[in-house]
C-alpha cells in the first residue's frame, strides 16, 4: 500500500506543479486554493508511504515522479519542445525511479 500511496502522492505532486502554472497565468483565488489542495494531499501521501518505506528511496520517487511528470505535461498542455534529447532523459528518470522499487 505505500507503493500505491507514493504513486498517489507523485500524482498530486503534478497537478500542484500544473496549479503553479495556473497561478501564474491566472491569479485568482481558486488557483491558490487548488495549489494549496494539490501539494497537501501530496505531502499527505508521501508521509503515508515514508511511515514503511525509505525516506531516500520514497523522496526519489517523489520528486521523480513529479518532474518527470511536470515535464511531460508541460510538453502535452503547454507545447514545450518534445525534443528526443528530453524524452530520453525524462524515461532515465523514471528507470532510476522503476530500479529503486526493483532494489526496495
Not at 511511515?51 to 528511496?57: D, R, V
Request: glycine share 12%; no cysteine.
Amino acid at each position: 500500500m505505500a507503493w500505491v500511496s507514493l504513486v498517489v502522492a507523485g500524482l498530486f505532486e503534478m497537478f500542484g506543479v500544473l496549479m503553479i502554472n495556473k497561478l501564474h497565468k491566472d491569479r485568482n483565488w481558486q488557483s491558490v486554493l487548488l495549489l494549496i489542495l494539490g501539494f497537501g494531499a501530496s505531502f499527505i501521501f508521501l508521509a503515508y508511504a515514508m511511515k514503511t518505506l525509505p525516506m531516500g528511496t520514497a523522496y526519489a520517487i517523489w520528486t521523480g515522479i513529479g518532474a518527470s511528470g511536470g515535464a511531460i505535461l508541460g510538453m502535452i498542455l503547454y507545447d514545450e519542445p518534445k525534443e528526443w534529447k528530453r524524452i530520453v532523459f525524462i524515461a532515465m528518470v523514471l528507470g532510476a525511479a522503476v530500479g529503486l522499487k526493483l532494489v526496495s
